[in-house]
């Protein structure tokens, strides 16, 4: 945990330096495979030292989160699997040291793709859900990559685009609320509309 504090500390270093936008892209390009902090840390204290220019880094966010998206998803069609329902080396090492990854957790994903397809990759990538999960197992089982790429894009640009649009029109007071509660907020959001999708699967 530490180690994470100290990554975390990292990211959020960049806000004040004159590269802190394309750190932002590379954190965000990196979160959608492999790096353990979320891009909202950064995302956050560049909006409110440029609010003019919210949407502006929602977007870059949103774009080269896609970006990253299709990278864990090559991962996991190419190389996470050493043989049928084997893992490779590379897979294990994900499992030993990236946070989010259990052999548990990826193996009861199948499951969730099964039944819900587009929902569940919405719902990695709209809340706090580690999205690389998502990322390289929708490779790993082959789900379609233009509903991967279609329902990734939607998730992640509607959560960076709605801090920025927040940020941009309250300012820094709405900061501690983002803190507090965006993220429970996000899910019962998606629970809702979880909820509604099941609804008509059921009605219809």
Do not use: H
Request: proline share 5%.
């Amino acid at each position: 945990m530490n180690f994470i504090r100290k990554l975390y500390d990292w990211v959020l270093s960049w806000a004040e330096k004159p590269a802190g936008v394309r750190a932002l892209c590379g954190i965000s390009l990196a979160e959608a495979s492999f790096f353990p902090i979320p891009p909202d840390v950064l995302l956050i204290p560049l909006c409110l030292s440029k609010r003019n220019k919210a949407l502006y880094f929602a977007i870059l966010c949103s774009i080269f989160s896609i970006l990253g998206a299709a990278i864990g998803y090559a991962i996991g069609s190419w190389i996470w699997w050493a043989a049928p329902n084997e893992f490779s080396s590379f897979a294990n090492f994900f499992f030993q040291y990236i946070p989010g990854f259990t052999t548990d957790a990826f193996s009861n994903i199948k499951s969730l793709y099964d039944q819900y397809n587009f929902m569940i990759i919405f719902t990695a990538g709209f809340t706090p859900i580690p999205f690389k999960l998502f990322t390289i197992s929708a490779g790993a089982f082959n789900i379609q990559f233009a509903m991967f790429i279609i329902a990734g894009l939607v998730s992640r640009s509607a959560r960076f685009i709605l801090v920025a649009l927040l940020i941009k029109r309250y300012g820094k007071p709405i900061n501690g609320f983002i803190d507090r509660y965006f993220n429970l907020l996000a899910i019962l959001f998606t629970v809702l509309l979880f909820g509604g999708f099941l609804l008509i699967k059921v009605v219809l």
